[in-house]
């Protein structure tokens, strides 16, 4: 149940489920509820009972005759404590018996609460209230539970957060195929030294909407951004054997992206940036503050090529070139020697045709 749904069952009267095959039971307890200001359904069968609770979400309270024909009230205790996950069904048990063994046995079937018959109006408006308490506090946890996940989800790619809830603890692995992408928009620390807090912000946070929405497009994975920074993977967590295709993909629709956004602007921006394609090994870092980072020779060459880069230009590795140089044009940038890397041969993104539906563009090179 989301939040919004938990919010909208807390503002309606509460509804009572009584599942009592006798006729005169089920008019003592259903006035008894109604009294108090709570709506109340009877059904006559545990096979009933089941049916409706399956139908409608909204009912979180029931109590339940011990022997009914076909399905028992252990029974049906049971199959709602076994099969019922989208919320918590608090179940009250209304019986003749007294014994231990048979309370035990009542508990254990997965029952929350007795009430004796004959039943007293005032016993069993206090199981109810009980029961409430138990069911409020129920959907507030479950509340945040679920905020909590969103937020994991927000901050870690759905795989790597399923990982870390299922208790793996040293999250680590090497990818051999992946391609990495580093932007930077250029003059912005210069800008943002002339500018009050509140308007940088709001300027950043318009390039950071129009950049994550082309990465959901492009289906592939935001790592961090530091400062005005970007850093992007593709192949990372699950293999993609287009990896390549999509980031190239990418920069070259941020690009466009960004050219659309100066044709209204008096002070234009630029961006630059660098795609390389290579092994590197992801993890998860941090205990309080959990971050999932990408590290190895692939992540530093493609941080070079973004400072190599000139304005409005994205510069590719050999290896993303060799994987995408017969999908986009291309001119070669020449033979350098990043800071801390080999020499190889750069190759500088021409561009590609427009596309539409969201299909990846292709084109082909120029050498």
């Known amino acids: 149940m989301s939040s919004k749904s938990s919010r909208n069952a807390a503002d309606r009267p509460r509804k009572i489920l009584i599942v009592e095959d006798d006729p005169v039971s089920q008019t003592v307890l259903k006035g008894a509820v109604e009294d108090v200001g709570r709506d109340a359904v009877c059904v006559g069968s545990g096979e009933e009972a089941w049916s409706l609770l399956l139908a409608d ?12 024909p076909g ?34 046995r009542g508990l254990e079937s997965g029952a929350d609460d007795f009430v004796s018959k004959p039943v007293h109006s005032g016993e069993l408006i206090s199981r109810l209230h009980a029961g409430e308490r138990v069911v409020d506090c129920e959907r507030r946890l479950r509340e945040e539970r679920e905020r909590s996940d969103r937020l994991l989800r ?54 950071f909407a129009i950049f994550d929405e082309e990465i959901r497009r492009h289906e592939v994975e935001k790592i961090k951004s530091i400062g005005d920074a970007y850093l992007v993977a593709a192949g990372i967590p699950r293999p993609d054997p287009r990896h390549a295709t999509k980031m190239v993909a990418l920069a070259d629709s941020i690009r466009s992206r960004m050219s659309e956004l100066n044709r209204s602007r008096l002070h234009p921006w630029s961006v630059r940036m660098g795609v390389a394609s290579g092994a590197l090994i992801a993890g998860v870092i941090g205990v309080e503050r959990v971050v999932y980072d990408v ?30 140089r017969d999908e986009f044009r291309y001119e070669e940038f020449g033979r350098k020697t990043p800071k801390g890397c080999a020499p190889e041969r750069i190759w500088r993104l021409v561009g590609t045709e427009q596309v539409q539906k969201g299909e990846l563009p292709k084109g082909s090179r120029v050498e």
């Open 57 to 68: 979400p909204h009912f979180d309270i029931a109590f339940i005759d011990w022997i009914m």
């Open 71 to 104: 399905m028992s009230g252990p029974q049906l205790c049971a199959r709602i404590r076994q099969h019922l996950t989208d919320r918590y069904v608090y179940t009250i048990m209304v019986t003749s018996k007294t014994g231990k063994q048979d309370l035990m």
């Open 154 to 207: 927000s901050i870690l790619p759905e795989p790597i957060a399923f990982r870390l809830k299922s208790g793996e603890k040293h999250i680590s692995d090497f990818h051999r195929d992946c391609s990495v992408l580093f932007l930077d928009i250029v003059g912005f620390t210069e800008w943002c030294m002339r500018m009050d807090a509140r308007s940088m912000i709001t300027q950043l946070a318009s390039f």
């Open 295 to 324: 590290w190895g020779h692939t992540v530093n060459l493609a941080s070079r090529l973004e400072s190599m880069a000139p304005r409005d230009e994205v510069l590719v590795s050999e290896a993303t070139w060799e994987l995408t």
